[in-house]
């Protein structure tokens, strides 16, 4: 039984490593195959499609009511050995999958650099990297799932196990919430009714199909559930309609705001519109420029606006006369910017950037940002 046990965990942690591994070296090749005709793409670049975006809202939503228990997944499998344990595999594979889907935007403070190093390295080059990088993110978990002594040191099963399935569907509902937002902050505010009724009403078929389950008809379910199926991909197309049709909000062109000085009594920091031309201008004027190259779905971008750049500390620095700040939304696909931020090395942000007046004078931030080296940096470059 133990030697049983222990070849269903191997086959779990293979499995869930497979579809990380399979999922960056696909990243890999697609990301080589556009390099190569010229195309340049970026680390994280699925969220800047609203039609994923949706996709994973739904999913995140959908796995929260099956934590919930409002409707299980597989039940007409339990009776198939066989069946069984080919699922489990599958499903630690497509586990391995969503991992590297949903987390490739947070995970600029690791691999940032070694993804920049890949933009402009030789092919070969590219797939060891990104393949090492599979190997990174997948080891942990393959680690500690191919170690049945570990699993001692966790409880009996009991109820505590159901508690705890339901407590792991509401972080499922806060990245769906999340989700929404970016979705939003993509393609504007008009495409949130329908998508949030695209959601809706794929919750309640899943609802409905938990709530079937104990009816015999099986030519009723059917039927039903395929007209609930017509009713989710009329919400589904006209979502597309609405999406296309909408003003987009991000990388607008907007009129440059002026920007504030020590001696106005202003508290807020404008941000300009990031240009390379404008750039350029104000190095010749002898300011400093600091560049902020964000999204709205990079979680470590966020993170750093609230630990550092909206403090009030950093946001009194950066008032000086002398200092610019740009900042440069990749929320959407932005060609100029993805060239920028290869540029610099970097296939994604964050990235923040610091030019001085001097030639040479450019400092490239962490990704993980502090009050102290912004500081730090714009002081070293200033006349």
Known sequence: ????????????????????????????????????????????????????????????????LNLFGVYEIGN?????????????????????????IVA???????????????????????????????FGISFPYFFLISQPKLLSFIPKPGLWMIELRQFLAFPMLAASGWLIWILVELSGTSVFFPAWMCILFFCLTLWLKGRLSTITDKIFKKTFLFILSICSLILSIVFYVVSINTEKLINKPV???????????????SWIPWDEKKVKEYLEKGNVVF??????????????????????????????PDIITMRADWTNSDEKITNALNYYGRIGVPLNVVLGPKNNDTIILSEWLTSKEVIEAIESVRN
């Open 1 to 64: 039984k133990n030697a049983n046990n222990q070849k269903v965990l191997f086959q779990q942690g293979f499995g869930f490593a497979s579809g990380v591994v399979f999922t960056v070296m696909a990243f890999a090749f697609l990301f080589v195959t556009l390099r190569e005709f010229g195309y340049s793409v970026g680390w994280g670049l699925q969220l800047q499609n609203p039609w994923v975006v949706l996709g994973l809202s739904i999913l995140f939503a959908s796995l929260a």
């Open 76 to 100: 007409s499998l339990t009776k198939l050995g066989t069946m069984d344990n080919k699922k489990g595999i599958m499903g630690a594979f497509l586990s391995g999958v969503l991992t590297v």
């Open 104 to 134: 490739s935007p947070c995970t600029a403070p690791f691999m940032g650099g070694a993804i920049g190093f890949a933009a402009t390295a030789e092919t070969y080059l590219v797939f060891i990297i990104f393949l090492s990088l599979a």
């Open 255 to 269: 009129t440059e705001i002026s920007h504030n000085s020590l001696n106005a009594n202003i508290t807020k920091l």
């Open 291 to 320: 560049i902020d190259f964000t999204a709205i779905w990079c979680v470590t971008c966020q993170t750093n606006k609230i630990r550092v750049l909206d403090s009030e500390r950093i946001k009194k620095f950066l008032s000086a």
